[in-house]
């Protein structure tokens, strides 16, 4: 359960430009979350890594966590770009390939968690993902800006939510594809990426369970059968 988009490599690292100052701290404190978790991530030492002094950094960032935020939202950027590669990868307009863009999206998901641990902790931690966004199923939020409802974090729940449209148009689903069915497969792709995540489970079953999801979704005979 691979997505090619997503490198298990160390982010490239930016140096710092006058003007750019802020995005090269995001940057590095997305090569050192990469590397090490956020935990360990601390703001005087990202200055120190671009070639700033720590008050210089203070002018962009408050503190640890108002970078930390930046950094989950850069996360949710990469996340969203993955998903939307993978979709994008499956060629085709029969009902099939609308099948198998749901399943890319999905798989996607679970792949940019696998290869980005430290990243993915954070971007669904207390900085980046209040609960009561989740109770109130409106999907990730963006950690910068929680309160705009257009950001990174919804964008990338987006990737599924219009796969699961088009097998709607297509009259392929069993049921409608209501907020309900929206957050089950939310639930059920996040669920198996922290679970993998966490090494509960080998990522490599997750075909299986893509193949479940597909079994419960798409009615029997309304789209032909993977080849």
Not at 8 to 18: D, E, G, I, L, T
Not at 41 to 70: C, E, I, M, N, W
Not at 126 to 140: D, F, I, K, N, W
Not at 183 to 204: I, R
């Amino acid at each position: 359960m691979t997505n090619p988009a997503v490198r298990k490599a160390r982010p490239p690292v930016s140096s710092y430009h006058h003007g750019n100052l802020s995005a090269a701290l995001v940057d590095e404190g997305l090569a050192q979350v990469h590397d090490r978790g956020a935990e360990k991530v601390t703001l005087r030492g990202l200055a120190g890594s671009v070639g700033v002094s720590p008050s210089a950094a203070y002018q962009h960032f408050g503190d640890k966590d108002a970078l930390l935020a930046a950094v989950g939202s850069a996360g949710y950027a990469r996340l969203r770009s993955a998903m939307e590669e993978a979709v994008s990868a499956v060629r085709g307009e029969d009902d099939e390939a609308a099948v198998q863009r749901l399943l890319a999206s999905g798989t996607s998901y679970v792949a940019f968690a696998v290869a980005e641990p430290h990243l993915f902790r954070l971007m669904f931690g207390p900085l980046c993902a209040p609960p009561e966004h989740v109770r109130a199923g409106e999907g990730p939020r963006d950690c910068a800006d929680p309160a705009e409802p257009t950001n990174q974090g919804r964008a990338a729940f987006r990737v599924l939510e219009r796969c699961l449209e088009d097998l709607e148009r297509r009259q392929l689903l069993r049921v409608p594809a209501d907020q309900a069915l929206r957050l089950l497969l939310w639930a059920t792709v996040h669920g198996f990426a922290v679970l993998a995540v966490e090494t509960q489970l080998n990522a490599d079953v997750g075909d299986r369970v893509l193949e479940v999801l597909r079994e419960l979704l798409v009615g029997p005979g309304e789209s032909s059968p993977t080849t």
